[in-house]
Every structure is written in structure tokens, then in C-alpha cells.
């Protein structure tokens, strides 16, 4: 069988990878997604990747059908302390947003992991954008200073133009509507 007859017969195209625009385009997302995981592994390198998480980070999460758990880190030891407000207040609302409904913690899972790897436009974005909205409006975190740990320690997770734009527009609306800090007593 012939090119052509078999191109014909099964009604396909065979051509080099090299002279797909589609796959050269690929290639060099893969170039990217590698250049960009290399890049975020070597900042750390001197502190490994599971002892910055056990250390340094909160992380809350619920099981289906569990409690919510925030965990808190080594660095942290009171975790009741008046100095931990604005990031229990930050754990706190992925609770409540996010993980207590039943769907919660499918959806939140799926977010985190349906798209793990440093991929412009992530989940974790929608994940993390109003609790550090919060953060922004109640504990003066600097929008940029916000962007700039969203884009590094989430792994580019959205545009920093687009984040920046979102953040000042929020803070904008609330701060107008005076919207009350719902962790006030
Ligand atoms: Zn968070």
C-alpha cells in the first residue's frame, strides 16, 4: 500500500511531526512546563521541597465525608497566637468556601490536582484568590507582594496582570461596600 492509498483508505494525513505546527507549539509548552518546574525545584534546593511544605506552610484539607483539617507548621508554635490570625483567618475561609459543602472536597481536589504541573491558568488560583483578597482587605497584605508569591509558590497559576487587575478591583468593591470582617466579634 501506497502513501496516498493509505491516507486515502483510512481518511488521515501522514506527515512528519517536525512539519506540525501544532506539535512544534507543543514542544515548546513542554520546553516551558520543564524550564519553569527546574526553575522552581532550584530556588528551593536548599531547603527540600517536603521539608519547606512540613515547615514553613499551612495546608487545610478535608477527606469526603471527614472534618476540615488545618494543619500548621513547624515554625508555628502556637497556632492560636495572635500573630497567626491573618493566615488561620485565610484557612478558615478555604473551610468554609470550599471544603464544607459535601462537594467540597472533590472540587477543591480537583482544582489542586486536574492541573498540578505549572501550567498558566491553574486552579489553584481560583483556590487562593479570596481568602488573599481577605488578607488584602483585612490584614493590609500588599497586592503586589501577593501576586508575586501567587506567581512563584504557586507555580504561575495565572497571568500577574490579570491577578493584579482582580485584586484591586476587589478590594475596590468591598472597601466601598464596607463589607465587615466576618471574623470580628
Ligand atoms: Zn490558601
Redesign the pocket.
Known sequence: MTKQEFEKQYNVHLIPKAESRLMRAFGVFMLVVWAVTFMWLWRRDRKNLRDAFIDDYWTTYRLPFGVTKITYPKMVPDPMDDQQRDIRE?ELL?HIHQLEPWWGPLTAGLLVIVVPLPIIFSGRWYL?RR?YLHNIVYHRYDIQSVVDSLWSGYMIPWPKGMMLSWFKKKEQEMIRDKVPNPFND
Do not use: V
Request: charged share 25%.
Open positions: 485565610h478555604h487562593e481568602p
